[in-house]
């Protein structure tokens, strides 16, 4: 058995590991509540911006479907949005699983956000053809590069973390295009054209920049949705580690005490042993 000197130099530094977890916990759900909110507001943006492109449109699905104008490649690219550290638990190695999936490298790219993805496929031996790194912060992204180097793509496919609650997230994919010309469906009837509306500059260039920021948002939309789940996944990982360092707190408390028992224990039974040989000494002279 360990001495209890040993024993309790590791209980001080578990309990130090179990007092920064808890530390880490209460930051993660301060970020889970920021993002969360700056989620609502970009979705609220986002369907005040469509509203308005609706108007200017008679038939918006035609029109955002329509690759031909940014110049297609031809080839399909995957967008990775991971982690910027290794601290989102499992999901950035589920996502790249998922991807796999649908993965063909020669009909297919990749471009990875997040320096956690990045790594994880060259651990696999994934190629990618660009790395962005994610902001320091959410209080701006900018994902006008990102939009730069997909939007030549034939089919772009996002794939992101999805924060449902606090206890789960899923890994998800979209089609950043068909995702944003979906919402056509709910478009209003009363439309602008050019046949009853002046437009400075022409309808057409209205209508690319007001598709440029519909694909931008839409990107960054799934950005602080990835990072709201990274951040309760980050949550849950330092609950897990709070709790099982509890657990072994506990254990090491209770091996603590049995070895000061056993040490105890040992000391007398040297002192009786010494009492009785000196009683023996004594009844031989």
Same mark, same amino acid.
């Given at each position: 058995?360990?001495?209890?000197?040993?024993?309790?130099?590791?209980?001080?530094?578990?309990?130090?590991?179990?007092?920064? !977890?808890?530390?880490?916990?209460?930051?993660? *759900? &301060?970020?889970?509540?920021? =993002?969360?909110?700056?989620?609502?507001? %970009? $979705?609220?943006?986002?369907?005040?911006?469509?509203?308005?492109?609706?108007?200017?449109?008679?038939?918006?699905?035609?029109?955002?479907?329509?690759?031909?104008?940014?110049?297609?490649?031809?080839?399909?690219?995957?967008?990775?949005?991971?982690?910027?550290?290794?601290?989102?638990?499992?999901?950035?190695?589920?996502?790249?699983? !998922?991807?796999?999936?649908?993965?063909?490298? *020669? &009909?297919?790219?990749?471009? =990875?956000?997040?320096?956690?993805?990045? %790594? $994880?496929?060259?651990?696999?031996?994934?190629?990618?053809?660009?790395?962005?790194?994610?902001?320091?912060?959410?209080?701006?992204?900018?994902?006008?590069?990102?939009?730069?180097?997909?939007?030549?793509?034939?089919?772009?496919?996002?794939?992101?973390?999805?924060?449902?609650?606090?206890?789960?997230?899923?890994?998800?994919?979209?089609?950043?295009?068909?995702?944003?010309?979906?919402?056509?469906?709910?478009?209003?009837?009363?439309?602008?054209?050019?046949?009853?509306?002046?437009?400075?500059?022409?309808?057409?260039?209205?209508?690319?920049?007001?598709?440029?920021?519909?694909?931008?948002?839409?990107?960054?939309?799934?950005?602080?949705?990835?990072?709201?789940?990274?951040?309760?996944?980050?949550?849950?990982?330092?609950?897990?580690?709070?709790?099982?360092?509890?657990?072994?707190?506990?254990?090491?408390?209770?091996?603590?005490?049995?070895?000061?028992?056993?040490?105890?224990?040992?000391?007398?039974?040297?002192?009786?042993?010494?009492?009785?040989?000196?009683?023996?000494?004594?009844?031989?002279?």
């Amino acid at each position: 058995m360990r001495r209890p000197g040993i024993i309790e130099k590791e209980m001080g530094s578990i309990g130090t590991l179990k007092d920064l !977890t808890g530390v880490f916990e209460s930051l993660a *759900s &301060t970020q889970v509540a920021k =993002v969360k909110d700056k989620v609502l507001l %970009s $979705q609220a943006f986002f369907d005040l911006l469509w509203q308005r492109y609706t108007a200017l449109r008679v038939d918006p699905k035609k029109r955002i479907t329509n690759r031909e104008g940014v110049g297609s490649n031809g080839r399909n690219v995957h967008v990775l949005i991971s982690a910027e550290a290794g601290l989102s638990g499992d999901l950035d190695m589920r996502m790249i699983e !998922t991807m796999q999936a649908d993965y063909d490298p *020669s &009909t297919t790219d990749i471009v =990875v956000l997040g320096s956690h993805g990045a %790594s $994880q496929l060259s651990q696999r031996g994934i190629p990618y053809i660009k790395f962005f790194q994610l902001p320091e912060t959410d209080k701006y992204i900018n994902v006008n590069p990102v939009v730069d180097v997909i939007r030549p793509y034939e089919k772009i496919t996002v794939y992101y973390e999805e924060y449902l609650s606090l206890g789960q997230q899923e890994v998800r994919s979209i089609n950043l295009v068909t995702t944003i010309q979906s919402m056509s469906e709910d478009a209003e009837e009363d439309v602008m054209t050019a046949d009853d509306t002046i437009f400075e500059p022409s309808l057409d260039e209205i209508a690319d920049e007001m598709e440029a920021s519909m694909m931008s948002l839409a990107l960054s939309q799934t950005i602080l949705q990835s990072g709201l789940a990274q951040a309760a996944s980050r949550f849950n990982a330092m609950t897990v580690a709070e709790d099982r360092a509890g657990d072994l707190l506990a254990e090491y408390k209770l091996e603590y005490h049995r070895s000061k028992r056993s040490e105890s224990d040992r000391r007398l039974r040297e002192v009786l042993v010494g009492i009785k040989k000196k009683r023996r000494e004594r009844a031989a002279s």
